[in-house]
């Protein structure tokens, strides 16, 4: 079971996919022990579960938990990596570090982060 955290006009879309995909999953619980979150929410640190996916191009609280905030992001790029091209939608944002992974097309400063022995 996936439990999700997304803002009230994300639901709509959260359910679509989900039952799409025919994966388990529902509206996060606090208090509930998940094996995944995915939150797109970010407004706040969730522990309860093994593996947490936060996502979104804007500053969150784990980011500042953490003290690793993102470069502003940009709109509509291109995400590469070991010779894939994923296309970016919307907004994408990348984290500043020494050793990037995932590069974003058109080139801009600031790469994902990473290990050079994942580049291709």
Excluded at 45 to 57: E, F, N, Q, T, W
Excluded at 81 to 96: E, H, K, M, N, R
Aim: charged fraction near 20%.
């Amino acid at each position: 079971m996936i439990g999700v955290i997304a803002r009230p006009a994300q639901h709509a879309a959260v359910r679509e996919f989900f039952e799409l995909f025919k994966t388990p999953w529902e509206l996060y619980r606090e208090g509930t022990r998940y094996p995944v979150i995915l939150d797109a929410d970010g407004t706040s640190i969730h522990d309860g579960a093994d593996l947490i996916i936060v996502y979104g191009s804007q500053p969150n609280t784990y980011d500042r938990r953490w003290k690793c905030l993102p470069a502003p992001a940009r709109d509509n790029r291109t995400l590469s990596w070991s010779g894939l091209d994923v296309p970016v939608y919307g907004s994408a944002a990348c984290f500043p570090c020494s050793q990037p992974r995932w590069w974003l097309r058109p080139a801009i400063s600031t790469p994902a982060c990473g290990t050079p022995s994942e580049w291709r």
